[in-house]
C-alpha cells in the first residue's frame, strides 16, 4: 500500500508560481512513476504531468513550458512547480503513483490539494 500526500497549493495571482509536493509513504520497495493531475469544477480529471524513477518526463500541452515536474526518489516525493499561472489552471491538484509502471495514470491517488488562481 502507498499513501500520498499533498501540499503547496493555494491561491495565488495569475503570472504567479507555486510549487506543489506528493510525498509517499507505506510499504513499498519503490515507485516507478509519479505525477499530477487536475481537476476543475464541472470538469473532468485531467491529467498534467507524469515523471519515471529515472527522471524521464511526460507533460500536458496545456502546461508545456510553464510546469515541470521533478522528484526525488530518496524522500519519495514528486514536486510539480508551476510558473505562469492563469485561471484556467484553477483545480484541485491530484497526485498519483505506480510502482510498477511509469505511465499516465497511476494505481494509488492522494486527496489533492486546491490551486486557486485569481486574475
Known amino acids: 500500500q502507498v499513501q500520498l500526500v499533498e501540499s503547496g497549493g493555494g491561491l495565488v495571482q495569475a503570472g504567479g508560481s507555486l510549487r506543489l509536493s506528493c510525498q509517499a509513504s507505506?510499504?513499498?520497495?519503490?515507485?516507478?512513476?509519479m505525477g499530477w493531475y487536475r481537476q476543475a469544477p464541472g470538469k473532468e480529471r485531467a491529467f498534467v504531468a507524469s515523471?519515471?524513477?529515472?527522471?524521464?518526463?511526460d507533460y500536458a500541452d496545456s502546461v508545456k513550458g510553464r510546469f515541470t515536474i521533478s522528484r526525488d526518489n530518496a524522500k519519495s516525493t514528486v514536486y510539480l512547480q508551476m510558473n505562469s499561472l492563469s485561471p484556467e489552471d484553477t483545480a484541485v491538484y491530484l497526485c498519483?503513483?505506480?510502482?510498477?509502471?511509469?505511465?499516465?495514470?497511476?494505481?494509488?491517488w492522494g486527496r489533492g490539494t486546491q490551486v486557486t488562481v485569481s486574475s
Open positions: 498519483y503513483a505506480d510502482p510498477a509502471s511509469w505511465r499516465r495514470s497511476g494505481e494509488y
Open positions: 507505506g510499504r513499498f520497495f519503490s515507485i516507478n512513476g
Open positions: 515523471i519515471s524513477a529515472g527522471g524521464s518526463t
